[in-house]
Structures are given as C-alpha cells and as structure tokens.
C-alpha cells in the first residue's frame, strides 16, 4: 500500500511521477553520486528536499546508500519528523564521520493564541541538529530547509524570524 503523501504536497501524484520509474529513477541516483564526486567528495553533506516517506520504495536515502558507500559514505542521518504528521520531503546527513545524536529544533510560530489557528513547528520544517563524534570532540551541524518567501506569506517570515532566533541561541 502507497503512504498518503502529507499535506506538504496535496497535489502529488504517486501514479503521475516519473521518478519512481526505474531508468529515470537510477539516472537520477547516479547524477547524485557524480556530483559528489565532482563535489570533491565532503566529509559531510546536508541536503534538502530529500524524499522521506515510503512510495514504491523506501525513502531515497536508502536507495542511494550503494552508491553514497562506494564514495566512502557510511552514516546517514535523516530529519526527523512529527509521527502525526509526516512531510513528503526533509533534510538529511550523508557523512563519513559517525554521527553521534540526531534530532530536530522545535518550535511555535505563535506564541499565545491568536485569531489565526495555533500553528506548531511540525507545519513550519523543523531545522536537523546532529551531532557528528570526531575523535573524542562532537560536531554540532543544523541543516535548514527554510519555506519559501514566494508571496510574501506571513507565516514564511514568521518562521525565518523564529528559526534565526532559535539557532542563535
């Protein structure tokens, strides 16, 4: 059975996608994987709009770890995400470096209640915080994946703002 897309994407369609096909789907595995050879090959690589939820196959970071591990690549951190409320897209860590701890920044667009419905993080991307273990030191890295500003949307800004706050602190 297909997930339910989440309410990120209401107008996918599983059935009218071309990359689930399998020669668009592995063009596009290996087009990754060159880029980041040509990349220079990071140590760590975060990455945005990165398929979580199961479709035909499990989320694209799976399906990439063959080729991500001929580049050296064995640790993967996917975003993590609300249960009740799983995205169609996150963010993710593909490093060479083990990662030590994975989680997510939370927080409320609005403070108190106000005229507009309560909007918790889960609607607004949360930022990925993972620790990478380097030798006996840690890592920390925040990996964002900001809502666009396109339309000038109130609560776009709204969650730019909190986010800054958030990682400034």
Known sequence: MIQKNSKTYDDYSYEN???YKDEVYHQKVLKIAKTIVISDNPDI???QEIESVQVKNPNTL???KVQLAKLGYGYYALGKQDEDFPVFVTTAFISKIPIKENTSLKYDLFEEETQLKKVSS???RNPQKTIFKIGSANLVVYNNHWKS???????AKKAHTKIAKLLKA
């Open 62 to 64: 799976n399906l990439l």
């Open 122 to 124: 889960k609607s607004a």
């Open 17 to 19: 996608s071309n990359w």
């Open 45 to 47: 690589i975060g990455v």
């Open 149 to 155: 500003l396109r339309g000038g949307s109130f609560l």
